[in-house]
């Protein structure tokens, strides 16, 4: 049985939108190197679409408050974060494989290193997903 990981991620104060998609993408090709076959079978990243305003909209939170999210329903301080990824792993093993790897001392400081540069490390969030049921056309 697959397992799921969903990780929200905020990108580093004063860093452009386009420069926390591409150093995130980049950062990717980090993971890949360091867990190579134990990398997970998918890692799909989304990112929350945003437009540059001069004026912050009603509601803005202060970290996107000239960067809002193009919100359909809801307000602006429930999309605070910039992107979400779902990595998925054939099963239980494969997953603490790819958590050994990436855990090991040497990895985890590259990795702190990298995200230091793009993401705010103290708002990202890490969850299993339990069922997921996707129902197609």
Excluded: C, W
Aim: zero cysteines; a negative charge.
């Amino acid at each position: 049985m697959s397992v799921r990981v969903l990780i929200y991620a905020y990108r580093k104060p004063g860093l452009s939108l386009e420069d926390f998609k591409n150093h995130y993408d980049s950062h990717i090709d980090l993971i890949k190197r360091i867990t190579g076959d134990n990398f997970p079978t998918a890692h799909k990243r989304s990112y929350v679409a945003r437009s540059t305003v001069k004026v912050a909209p009603e509601g803005a939170s202060d970290r996107n408050s000239l960067t809002p999210a193009t919100v359909l329903v809801g307000q602006q301080s429930d999309f605070d974060f910039d992107s979400y990824a779902e990595l998925t792993f054939a099963d239980q093993d494969a997953f603490e494989a790819f958590g050994a790897k990436v855990y090991a001392p040497d990895a985890a400081a590259q990795i702190a290193a990298d995200e230091e540069k793009f993401l705010d490390r103290s708002k990202t969030g890490i969850a299993m997903l339990g069922d997921v049921i996707e129902t197609k056309k």
